[in-house]
T-cell receptor, first 110, second 115 residues
Framework: EDKVVQSPLSLVVHEGDTVTLNCSYE??????LLWYKQEKKAPTFLFML????IEKKSGRLSSILDKKELSSILNITATQTGDSAIYLC??????????FGAGTTVTVRA | NAGVTQTPKFRILKIGQSMTLQCAQD?????MYWYRQDPGMGLKLIYY???????DKGEVPNGYNVSRSTTEDFPLRLELAAPSQTSVYFC??????????????FGPGTRLLVL
């Protein structure tokens, strides 16, 4: 059975802090790893990491895939209150199905 | 371009009742998915479809049925609602062809409460 584990489950930081979220996985037929941000409603896409693209950056967010360690990290620098959300890690297999981790709840206090 | 739409937004069911959660996408995506999300948990795949007329089970299919008669629509049916089906349901779609896969786009979700 495919397995995706995120840590920590939750954290609270102050504006301006840097946050590092972890995701480890055990899946067969790995295709890609995705990060989503979920506020009150549907998950919104952040990054997709594959064997040919193991590092992505967008503004204050960045992510790295370590295929040897079967893990990924999501970094958020200079956090803002708008970064408060649940961050979901998902692993895609070759049949285009996603397995999600339980998510990390990030709370950024002003 | 509405993306992925879901109806209803919220519904209360009594145990044993049935209902259909509607999902539609206007992006001409071939893949469609149904997930459920329980509090403090990630999304779990219920059913998915790779194209019209083709559906397959995901991780948690028991108690649900789906059909895909058109590319646009992918309804999820609950035949005998149980309290364990209280959850938030998300529909998603994506385009995949010949090894190229775009990311999945999610609908706004349907909150279902079974009492």
């Amino acid at each position: 059975e495919d397995k995706v584990v995120q840590s920590p489950l939750s954290l609270v930081v102050h504006e301006g802090d840097t946050v590092t979220l972890n995701c480890s996985y055990e899946v067969t037929n790995f295709r890609s790893l995705l990060w989503y941000k979920q506020e009150k409603k549907a998950p919104t896409f952040l990054f997709m990491l594959t064997s040919s693209g193991i590092e992505k950056k967008s503004g204050r967010l960045s992510s790295i895939l370590d295929k040897k360690e079967l893990s990924s990290i999501l970094n958020i620098t200079a956090t803002q209150t708008g970064d408060s959300a649940i961050y979901l890690c998902a692993v895609e297999t070759n049949d285009y199905k996603l397995s999600f981790g339980a998510g990390t709840t990030v709370t950024v206090r002003a | 371009n509405a993306g992925v739409t879901q109806t209803p937004k919220f519904r209360i069911l009594k145990i044993g009742q049935s209902m259909t959660l509607q999902c539609a996408q206007d992006m001409n995506h071939n893949y469609m998915y149904w997930y459920r999300q329980d509090p403090g948990m990630g999304l779990k795949l219920i059913y998915y479809s790779v194209g019209a007329g083709i559906t397959d089970k995901g991780e948690v299919p028991n108690g649900y049925n789906v059909s895909r008669s058109t590319t646009e629509d992918f309804p999820l049916r609950l035949e005998l609602a149980a309290p364990s089906q209280t959850s938030v349901y998300f529909c998603a779609s994506s385009y995949a062809l010949g090894g190229n896969q775009e990311t999945q786009y999610f609908g706004p979700g349907t909150r279902l409460l079974v009492l």
